[in-house]
C-alpha cells in the first residue's frame, strides 16, 4: 500500500475536518502560514494537501513545490490567489451550496430584525421599560416594499425564494441575467437600487466588487431604503454607508459582514439605526460542520479518486 499523502493545515481549522483528515492522512498542524520558521525544507517538499481558513497567496504556493490541493473552508475564496495557484495546477476546492439556506435565512432574520427593530423591543422588555410604557411603533415596514438583490448566485436564489414567500416583489442585478429565474434583472446596480427599497448584496468580494456599493448607489436606494449586507464587508464604502446612515440619506442597515473584521469602526457602533452581527450567516453547528466535511472530503476524493468534488471555477 502506498504513504498516505501529507496534508497542511496552517492555522485555524474546524475540527471535525482536523479528525477526518488525520484519519486517513499524515497531517501536519502549524499555528500560522509562516511556513519557513514552522517545516523543514523536507516537510515543504513532501505537503500535497492544504486545508485552510486563511490567506494563502502566491508566496506560500511557491514554498510547497509538490502541492495538489488546497481546500477552502468556506464558499467565499477571495483570500486564496486561485488564479495563481491554477498556473501552478493546484486545484482549489470551497464550500458551496452546504451553507445556501442557512445563509438565506440569517438574510431574512437580520432584515426583518431592522426593519422591526427587534434588538432594540428585546432591550426594553430586559431592560424594564414595558412595565411603564409600550415599544414605539417601528417607523418602517416590510409591506409595500420591493427587495433588490445584488447577486443571484446559488445563495442569491435562496434569499428570493424567502422573499417571494413575504409577498414582496424582487428585482436584482448580475454581470449577466441568472438562468432559470425571471425576477426583473437590472443590468447596473444603480438602476437596481433606484428602483427598490430594500437592497441585499450578496456578491462575493474581490476586486470587481470592491466598493461598488458606494454613495451614489445608497442615494438611489433613498431615504426609505434598507441596506443589508450578508456577502462580503469589502462590497461597501463604509465611509458613504456611515454618512448615508447618519444623515438620513437611507432609513436603516444590517450587516453580518465588515472589512476589518472584528474590529466594528466606532462610527458604526454609534449609530443607532445600524445592526451588526458578527459573520454567523452560516454559523450554526450543523451547517459549519457540513463545511469541514466537504473540506475534508475535497481533499479525500482528490487523493483517492484523482477528483476534487467542489473546485472553483
Ligand atoms: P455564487 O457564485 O453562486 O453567486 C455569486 C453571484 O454574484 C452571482 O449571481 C454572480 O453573477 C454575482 N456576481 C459576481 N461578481 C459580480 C460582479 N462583479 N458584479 C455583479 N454581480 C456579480 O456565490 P454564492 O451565492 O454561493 O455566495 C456569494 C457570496 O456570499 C460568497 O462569495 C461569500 O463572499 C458570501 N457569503 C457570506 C456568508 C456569511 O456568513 N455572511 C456565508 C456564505 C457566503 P455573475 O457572475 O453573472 O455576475
Given at each position: 500500500?502506498?504513504?498516505?499523502?501529507?496534508?497542511?493545515?496552517?492555522?485555524?481549522?474546524?475540527?471535525?475536518?482536523?479528525?477526518?483528515l488525520?484519519?486517513?492522512?499524515?497531517?501536519?498542524?502549524?499555528?500560522?502560514?509562516?511556513?519557513?520558521?514552522?517545516?523543514?525544507?523536507?516537510?515543504?517538499?513532501?505537503?500535497?494537501?492544504?486545508?485552510?481558513?486563511?490567506?494563502?497567496?502566491q508566496?506560500?504556493?511557491?514554498?510547497?513545490?509538490n502541492?495538489?490541493?488546497?481546500?477552502?473552508?468556506?464558499?467565499?475564496?477571495?483570500?486564496?490567489?486561485?488564479?495563481?495557484?491554477?498556473?501552478?495546477?493546484?486545484?482549489?476546492?470551497?464550500?458551496?451550496?452546504?451553507?445556501?439556506?442557512e445563509v438565506?435565512?440569517?438574510?431574512?432574520?437580520?432584515?426583518?430584525?431592522?426593519?422591526?427593530?427587534i434588538?432594540?423591543?428585546?432591550?426594553?422588555v430586559?431592560?424594564?421599560?414595558?412595565?411603564?410604557?409600550?415599544?414605539?411603533?417601528?417607523?418602517?415596514?416590510?409591506?409595500?416594499?420591493?427587495?433588490?438583490?445584488?447577486?443571484?448566485?446559488?445563495?442569491?436564489?435562496?434569499?428570493?425564494?424567502?422573499?417571494?414567500?413575504?409577498?414582496?416583489?424582487?428585482?436584482?442585478?448580475?454581470?449577466?441575467?441568472?438562468?432559470?429565474?425571471?425576477?426583473?434583472?437590472?443590468?447596473?446596480?444603480?438602476?437596481?437600487?433606484?428602483?427598490?427599497?430594500?437592497?441585499?448584496?450578496?456578491?462575493?468580494?474581490?476586486?470587481?466588487t470592491?466598493?461598488?456599493?458606494?454613495?451614489?448607489?445608497?442615494?438611489?436606494?433613498?431615504?426609505?431604503?434598507?441596506f443589508?449586507?450578508?456577502?462580503?464587508?469589502?462590497?461597501?464604502?463604509?465611509?458613504?454607508?456611515?454618512?448615508?446612515?447618519?444623515?438620513?440619506?437611507?432609513?436603516?442597515?444590517g450587516?453580518?459582514?465588515?472589512?476589518?473584521?472584528?474590529?466594528?469602526?466606532?462610527?458604526?457602533?454609534?449609530?443607532?439605526?445600524?445592526?451588526?452581527?458578527?459573520?454567523i450567516?452560516?454559523?450554526?453547528?450543523?451547517?459549519?460542520?457540513?463545511?469541514a466535511?466537504?473540506?475534508?472530503?475535497?481533499?479525500?476524493?482528490?487523493?483517492?479518486?484523482?477528483?476534487?468534488?467542489?473546485?472553483?471555477?
Open positions: 500500500m502506498s504513504e498516505p499523502a501529507t496534508v497542511l493545515i496552517p492555522g485555524w481549522m474546524h475540527e471535525h475536518a482536523r479528525d477526518m488525520r484519519s486517513q492522512f499524515n497531517l501536519i498542524e502549524i499555528p500560522d502560514c509562516d511556513l519557513e520558521a514552522h517545516l523543514t525544507a523536507q516537510q515543504r517538499a513532501a505537503i500535497r494537501g492544504v486545508a485552510c481558513y486563511t490567506t494563502i497567496d508566496n506560500f504556493i511557491d514554498a510547497l513545490p502541492l495538489e490541493i488546497v481546500a477552502n473552508y468556506g464558499v467565499g475564496y477571495e483570500r486564496v490567489d486561485a488564479a495563481y495557484a491554477r498556473t501552478r495546477n493546484v486545484v482549489v476546492t470551497n464550500t458551496p451550496d452546504v451553507l445556501n439556506e438565506a435565512d440569517l438574510t431574512l432574520g437580520l432584515l426583518i430584525s431592522v426593519v422591526r427593530e434588538p432594540k423591543a428585546t432591550a426594553f430586559r431592560n424594564g421599560e414595558w412595565k411603564t410604557s409600550s415599544f414605539p411603533h417601528s417607523r418602517l415596514t416590510l409591506r409595500n416594499r420591493t427587495v433588490g438583490i445584488y447577486g443571484m448566485g446559488r445563495i442569491g436564489r435562496c434569499i428570493a425564494r424567502r422573499v417571494e414567500a413575504f409577498g414582496l416583489p424582487v428585482a436584482y442585478h448580475s454581470r449577466r441575467p441568472a438562468e432559470g429565474v425571471d425576477y426583473a434583472y437590472f443590468p447596473t446596480l444603480l438602476e437596481l437600487a433606484s428602483a427598490v427599497d430594500v437592497l441585499i448584496s450578496i456578491v462575493p468580494g474581490g476586486p470587481a470592491e466598493k461598488t456599493v458606494n454613495a451614489e448607489v445608497l442615494s438611489a436606494l433613498g431615504s426609505e431604503g434598507v443589508i449586507n450578508v456577502g462580503r464587508g469589502s462590497v461597501v464604502d463604509e465611509d458613504a454607508l456611515i454618512s448615508a446612515l447618519r444623515t438620513g440619506t437611507i432609513a436603516a442597515a450587516i453580518d459582514v465588515i472589512v476589518d473584521e472584528p474590529n466594528v469602526p466606532e462610527e458604526m457602533l454609534a449609530l443607532d439605526n445600524l445592526t451588526v452581527l458578527p459573520h450567516g452560516s454559523a450554526s453547528v450543523s451547517t459549519r460542520t457540513a463545511m466535511d466537504l473540506v475534508a472530503r475535497n481533499i479525500i476524493s482528490w487523493f483517492q479518486d484523482g477528483a476534487a468534488i467542489t473546485p472553483v471555477p
